[in-house]
């Protein structure tokens, strides 16, 4: 079976750092995503990581350790437009595809 | 605008009615996946279309839904029959196939309530 946890909720100030934390168990692991969404909108794209390591994109950074199981989203420089649901995603290679398997989300309020 | 389109955008219908929604993928994305989801929770996984070819369902779906992607092009998800259960946001992705990163890109979503 497969397991994806990643805290509820979190609180953070504008202008501050925070780690998303995500934690996996899932068989033919073949990458980790990072999705934005906002409240009734659609998963954006942040991040994508299959080999141990840090990935940045300018505020984000993803990282990976498949060893542990475990990933983290980190953002910096928070800005309240960051107030959304993180959805960490293991991606696992079946039937030829890439299905997705999501967490719950985590949801980040960011506050002045 | 070249995103993941879905249509309709909401929609409201009484139990037992049958509803169906539709997608359009980016422009060349070989593969398109359907995923559910309900307040609270991250998209569940529903179905996959490698072009016109369905290649898993979920177990998730049962016998009253149906998806097609008879072109390999845009797609169509049916629930027949509908319940109050299946009150949700129906997410379509879409995805070129032609590289391991593979990233989907979904479309704003159709929410459906079942009154």
């Known amino acids: 079976g497969q397991n994806i946890d990643q805290p509820t909720e979190m609180t953070a100030t504008e202008g501050a750092i925070v780690q998303i934390n995500c934690t996996y168990q899932t068989s033919g692991f073949n990458g980790l995503f990072w999705y934005q969404q906002h409240a009734g909108e659609a998963p954006t794209f942040l991040s994508y990581?299959?080999?141990?390591g840090l990935e940045e994109k300018g505020r984000f950074s993803s990282f990976l350790s498949r060893s542990k199981g475990y990933s983290y989203l980190l953002l910096k420089e928070l800005q309240m437009k960051d107030s959304a649901s993180y959805l960490c995603?293991?991606?696992?290679?079946?039937?030829?595809?890439?299905?997705?398997?999501f967490g719950t989300g985590t949801q980040l309020k960011v506050e002045l | 605008d070249t995103g993941v389109s879905q249509n309709p955008r909401h929609k409201i219908t009484k139990r037992g009615q049958n509803v169906t929604f539709r997608c359009d993928p980016i422009?060349?994305?070989?593969?398109l996946y359907w995923y559910r989801q309900t307040l609270g929770q991250g998209p569940e996984f529903l179905t996959y279309f490698q072009n016109e070819a369905q290649l898993e369902k979920s177990r998730l779906l049962s016998d009253r839904f149906s998806a097609e992607r008879p072109k390999g092009s845009f797609s169509t998800l049916e629930i027949q029959r509908t319940e109050q259960g299946d009150s949700a946001m129906y997410l379509c992705a879409s995805s070129p196939g032609t590289s391991d990163t593979d990233t989907q890109y979904f479309g704003p979503g159709t929410r459906l309530t079942v009154l």
């Open positions: 995603a293991v991606k696992r290679l079946t039937g030829g595809g890439n299905k997705l398997t």
């Open positions: 422009s060349e994305h070989n593969r």
């Open positions: 990581n299959v080999l141990d």
